[in-house]
């Protein structure tokens, strides 16, 4: 009997999906490829090892495997991002007909998933480049689905991705139709770049306490306390890790503080420097980790300087008003790109839709998320709400005299500090980019506008 879809790929992430997908009753048809000494009969063995997956036909043979599908066939591809999507995208149009749809749910580039949709569009073949936010246990128990491409094929395949999608707390699925081209890779890029300031946020605010002398258990309580109005899955993993001891130590002081990263901050950030958006928060975050890479220079450069002992008074409910603070920003920038892009591709994102399917499963998941899904119906720019506004105004002092004791007791801070650094320029009536504009047109003949002429003509100046 054929399989209703097939899942190629069996590292962590394909298998929670094939057992989630088995789970919600579809008949399943799973493919891992043979490497010799490596990677023998995963298939095989994988399905014999989960009970859901009795039904499942396993193989690791591609022809045989797709033709195991009914037809139209939907395939979702979860293999690594990069060259191997194109190989095995290669090896399995070989055998696939018009009509079939491929769904790439891996952290594919949206560049390269909107040049595939068109390559396979060409054989009359359905690529759907699809995010899928929540790490293992997301896939397993119901991950933040990002489905991209052919609006038409997404009904055909919607009834699976719906069915194995997280739900919000209507019960309806966290999975939604974003868009054409690539916007589904697009926005889980975002979504990566978001996670990356929400990560470097609550390591700042850790950073902060430690430097006061309070110790992984206080620091875990004070955090427990934020749960009540600023619950989010990041905060609660965090208090977790907090908390976790190996023997009588803890394992987080154990762990070296060097950031690793698989790329999509750095290219979330390369496509903000592409839009020209003053996005600045994600690639504070992902400068934070790079330059927390380089501990060995960190080390030398530690011999060299000394540094100050921290004297700055910073109260819990100051840290917390800025984490408040610092948070509405990062939300507010990371929106504004997606409806940028949005606007510039006309892709037609539906914002608050697109918050809805982010408030369960995801890896940003939030009380805050929740808020921002009815905020962004009326209006994209976050910075026009009223709540938000009256928040705003109730943590920028905090933020402030934060920033200024994080400068002041040399605590790398740029996620915070950037922040309110940020706010300060974005409500700026007037900046110093006349002087730009003046140094642009001295050397380079660029020429410049004037204030107040309304025809908007370039002028030069003989200096
Ligand atoms: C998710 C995560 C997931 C993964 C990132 C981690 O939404 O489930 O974002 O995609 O954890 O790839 O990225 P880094 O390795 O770059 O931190």
């Known amino acids: 009997m054929s399989s209703e879809i097939g899942l190629i790929g069996l590292g962590v992430m394909g298998k929670s999906l094939s057992r989630n997908l088995a789970q919600k009753g579809f008949k399943i048809s799973i493919f891992n490829r043979h490497v010799a000494g490596k990677e023998e009969d995963v ?43 194109d190989l095995v995208l290669n090896d399995l149009q070989e055998f696939l007909e018009p009509q079939d749809i491929v769904i790439d749910g891996g952290n594919s580039h949206y560049q390269e998933t909107s040049r595939r949709m068109s390559e396979l569009e060409a054989h009359g073949l359905i690529f759907m480049g699809t995010g899928v936010s929540g790490g293992e246990e997301g896939a397993l128990k119901g991950p933040s689905i990002m489905p991209s491409g052919q ?19 209507d019960g309806k699925p966290c999975c939604t139709y974003i868009g054409k081209e690539g916007s589904g890779h697009f926005v889980k890029m975002i979504h990566n770049g978001i996670e990356y300031v929400e990560m470097q946020l609550l390591a700042e605010c850790y950073a902060i306490l ?4 309070t110790s992984n258990e206080n ?9 009540q109005d600023l619950d989010s ?27 690793g990263n698989k790329g ?30 380089f501990k060995e220079l960190r080390l030398e450069t530690a011999e060299t300087f000394s540094t100050k002992k921290f004297s700055g008074e910073i109260t819990k409910d100051q840290l917390k008003d800025s984490y408040q603070f610092a948070r509405i920003m990062n939300h507010h920038q990371g929106f504004a790109l997606i409806h940028r892009a949005s606007e510039q591709h006309g ?16 890896i ?11 905020y962004l119906k009326a209006d994209v720019n976050l910075l026009t709400n009223e709540n938000l506004i009256e928040i705003i105004n109730a943590t920028h002092n905090a933020i402030q005299s934060v920033a200024a004791a994080c400068i002041q007791g040399e605590i790398h801070a740029p996620c915070l500090i950037e922040s309110v650094n940020y706010f300060h320029g974005q409500k700026a009536a007037t900046l110093p980019a006349n002087l730009i504009q003046a140094q642009r047109d001295y050397f380079g003949a660029h020429t410049y506008q004037r204030v107040g002429d309304s025809s908007g003509e370039f002028l030069h100046t003989e200096w």
Do not use: H
């Open 219 to 227: 620091i875990a309580q004070v955090f427990e306390s934020w749960r």
């Open 264 to 293: 999509t901050g750095n290219w979330a950030t390369v496509s903000i420097a592409n839009y020209g958006q003053p996005a600045t928060l994600i690639p504070a975050a992902l400068f934070a980790r790079y330059l927390s890479f």
């Open 233 to 259: 899955y990041l905060l609660q993993i965090t208090i977790d890790i907090l908390r976790k001891k190996e023997g009588n130590d803890y394992l987080l002081d154990k762990i070296l503080d060097k950031a």
């Open 43 to 85: 298939a095989v063995k994988f399905q014999r090892e989960y009970q859901e997956l009795k039904e499942a036909q396993p193989f690791d043979n591609l022809g045989e495997f797709v033709k195991s599908l009914e037809t139209p066939r939907k395939i979702i591809l979860m293999v690594n991002a990069g060259p191997t999507v």
């Open 151 to 169: 609006k038409d094929a997404y009904s055909k395949i919607q009834k699976y991705l719906e069915a194995i999608a997280a739900r919000d707390a």
């Open 347 to 362: 892709w037609d994102i539906d914002l608050s839709e697109l918050a809805r399917i982010w408030t369960g499963g995801c």
């Open 210 to 213: 430690k430097r006061q002398g």
């Open 364 to 374: 940003i998941k939030s009380d805050f998320m929740k808020e921002l899904v009815e």
